[in-house]
């Protein structure tokens, strides 16, 4: 994953958006270097987050620019893709077709839940229907379920499996499961529950590092990696090149040996 720095207009943002693009660059470009299967950019570093109706304009621009940067440096045989916190779905397939990227992480496709930046409802009908108004039908839609950082107490009664069989009914393009926040591991019991049992990719999106990728290798279609790429395996801090090589180094010997 590429966190773009803070962005202008968030709290956090410290009047520097051109060294945020020049950083954005030196990270695309790491990944390059070390081959990186794909790439995901996301706007991690705007806490507090709002919700998608309160998204500015200037957020959808910036992370155009961004993403248009990341393309650019990318081959184009590497996917890339984009999400905006939070929930910001339409925003991010607006901001794919004009970047010309492959695929979205879109949060709250179907049933509702209650994250720490309020109430998120299902988006699944809507959000297709403006994929196709925008004729960005080649961009993927691919889906958290029980999203972390959230709680799922309304939907309690409804599982895992469930839920997932609900996202491929309403034609998500891939699955992502995760831990109960950032830098967390998936359950393995989640794992379990859904592992042979979709029609679509299954995705790991949190928790993933070098001496855990071997317990999911066989069962994931792709692994997330943000927090584990970064200083002190902390997404605050900034990019640990070493971490990126280590970990590429062991997705070249476990598949070497699935060989």
Request: hydrophobic share 40%.
């Amino acid at each position: 994953m590429i966190h773009v720095d803070a962005l202008p207009g968030t709290p956090q943002y410290a009047g520097n958006w051109e060294k945020t693009i020049e950083k954005v660059k030196n990270e695309a470009q790491l990944y390059k270097q070390h081959q990186l299967d794909a790439v995901l950019i996301e706007n991690m570093h705007d806490v507090p987050y709002v919700q998608d109706r309160l998204l500015g304009p200037e957020i959808v621009a910036c992370m155009t620019r961004v993403s248009h940067v990341v393309r650019s440096i990318l081959p184009k045989e590497t996917p890339c893709g984009v999400q905006i916190l939070a929930s910001g779905n339409r925003h991010a397939l607006a901001v794919a077709k004009a970047s010309q990227l492959q695929f979205i992480r879109a949060e709250g496709f179907v049933f509702g839940h209650v994250a720490d930046e309020g109430y998120t409802n299902a988006c699944a009908g809507d959000l297709l229907r403006y994929r196709k108004q925008i004729d960005a039908e080649d961009v993927l839609v691919l889906t958290d379920l029980k999203k972390k950082h959230s709680s799922h107490a309304i939907t309690a009664d409804v599982g895992l499996l469930e839920t997932a069989h609900a996202a491929e009914l309403f034609l998500t393009d891939g699955i992502i499961i995760t831990g109960t926040a950032t830098g967390q591991a998936a359950s393995p019991k989640d794992l379990q529950d859904l592992s042979g049992k979709l029609k679509v990719p299954l995705i790991i999106g949190s928790g993933v590092t070098k001496d855990n990728i071997q317990q999911y290798f066989n069962t994931a279609e792709a692994v997330i990696i943000g927090s584990h790429f970064k200083h002190k395996g902390s997404w605050q801090e900034d990019i640990d090149e070493h971490a990126v090589e280590n970990f590429m180094r062991r997705i070249c010997e476990l598949r070497g040996s699935d060989e």
